[in-house]
Structures are given as structure tokens and as C-alpha cells.
């Protein structure tokens, strides 16, 4: 599976737009980015996942681009509850997750 | 809809000993998955079952761990004998679907064991 590189940590005010950020320069054809968050003391949540295009659900936007080297993760009005750490992960479709250190996202009032 | 359920939350034994955990997916669930979270790092997986069958146990430390799913249902990890470096958060996570494609997959809350 393709290596991804996030930033260590990341700080938003709340009601503005987080914009995560995360590498893949080495993904094929055909694996996915997939998107989960760890809240502290829980397990991680799936958010969303995209192949090429941009896709978009309740929870948050996620931009790849064309050359699919690198995609963003946006969290349109972040709230305090949307402080957690933030993993992007690269890997074809039914396989293994493949977590790095992720991005630690803190929202201040 | 009921979530991924672990017992217990919070276990702490000397090394040497041995420790199990028990994992209830969401129902209907095929995957069953264990994943070791060790603090300030990424889960890792250690097992991965479909149905009863094991289809990924490469990086489970097999002279220690083990990992049984009897009736597709509910599944429990071993280690024994613990050592230090097993200190962490056990992680259970199910999903729908088969092998050849991807389902999001849904976290219980963790076991988190402390060796000491």
C-alpha cells in the first residue's frame, strides 16, 4: 500500500473550515484515500473515502487531485468535537488499514 | 443501531500473565478485526476474520497472541504470556462485507491493558 505524509498537528477556529492535507505520491490506479478520526479515548470513525473525484458527505468534503498525489480533507464549520487526530489512508478496496501517526486537529473556541 | 462492544475497558496484569478480550461486532457484521494501538501511535492490525476464517494474521506475534471467532459471531484475543511492550489499547472493529470489497468498518471503544 502507498505511504501517506500528514502534518503532525493542525489548529482551527471554531465555525472556520479545517483543511487537512496529506500526501500519497506513490498511489496506483486503483487504491482508494480513506479518511478515518480518533477522538480521545475512542475508536477511530470512518468520514469518507474517494478514488478520483471529489466527494462530499454530512460529515466533510474531500478534495484529490488530478494527478491523485495528494488530497484534502475539509471540515466545512468545525466545531470543538471535531478535535481529534485525523488519519489518511491510502490502499486498494478490502484491504487492511494501514494507519500512520495522523494529523492532531485541535478546534479552540 | 447497537455498536461494536468490548469488554472489559480497562485490564492491568503482570508480565507473565496471561489476558483475554472479547469482542461483539454490529450484527450481521462478516469482518472482524483486531487492531493494537500503542500510545501516540496509528492502530496496527493484527487479525483480520471473515466470517470464522482468518484472512490476515500476518503481523499477529503468534508465540504469544492468539485470536479465535468460533461461530462468526463474537470473537476473543489471547496473549500469554504478556510482556511489557504488550501494554496498549486493543482495538475491535467489524464491517459488512467480504474480502474483495470495501466497507467501512466501525470501532468498539478498546481494551486498554497495562502490563506492568
Known amino acids: 500500500d502507498a505511504k501517506t ?105 | 443501531e447497537a455498536g461494536v462492544a468490548q469488554s472489559p475497558r480497562y485490564k492491568i496484569i503482570e508480565k507473565r500473565q496471561s489476558v483475554a478480550f472479547w469482542c461483539n461486532p454490529i450484527s450481521g457484521h462478516a469482518t472482524l478485526y483486531w487492531y493494537q494501538q500503542i500510545l501516540g501511535q496509528g492502530p496496527k492490525l493484527l487479525i483480520q476474520f471473515q466470517n470464522n476464517g482468518v484472512v490476515d494474521d500476518s503481523q499477529l506475534p503468534k508465540d504469544r497472541f492468539s485470536a479465535e471467532r468460533l461461530k462468526g459471531v463474537d470473537s476473543t484475543l489471547k496473549i500469554q504470556p504478556a510482556k511489557l511492550e504488550d501494554s496498549a489499547v486493543y482495538l475491535c472493529a467489524s464491517s459488512l462485507g467480504t474480502w474483495s470489497s470495501y466497507n467501512e468498518q466501525f470501532f468498539g471503544p478498546g481494551t486498554r491493558l497495562t502490563v506492568l
Not at chain 1, 478534495?63 to 464549520?77: G, V, W, Y
Not at chain 1, 478496496?93 to 473556541?109: A, D
Request: proline letters at 5%; aromatic letters at 8%.
Open chain 1, 5 to 109: 505524509t500528514q502534518p503532525t498537528s493542525m489548529d482551527c477556529a471554531e465555525g472556520r473550515a479545517a483543511n487537512l492535507p496529506c500526501n500519497h505520491s506513490t498511489i496506483s490506479g486503483n487504491e482508494y484515500v480513506y479518511w478515518y478520526r480518533q477522538i480521545h479515548s475512542q475508536g477511530p470513525q470512518y468520514i469518507i473515502h474517494g478514488l478520483k473525484n471529489n466527494e462530499t458527505n454530512e460529515m466533510a468534503s474531500l478534495i484529490i487531485t488530478e494527478d491523485r498525489k495528494s488530497s484534502t480533507l475539509i471540515l466545512p464549520h468545525a466545531t470543538l468535537r471535531d478535535t481529534a487526530v485525523y488519519y489518511c489512508i491510502v490502499g486498494t478496496s478490502g484491504s487492511r488499514l494501514t494507519f500512520g501517526e495522523g494529523t492532531q486537529l485541535t478546534v479552540n473556541p
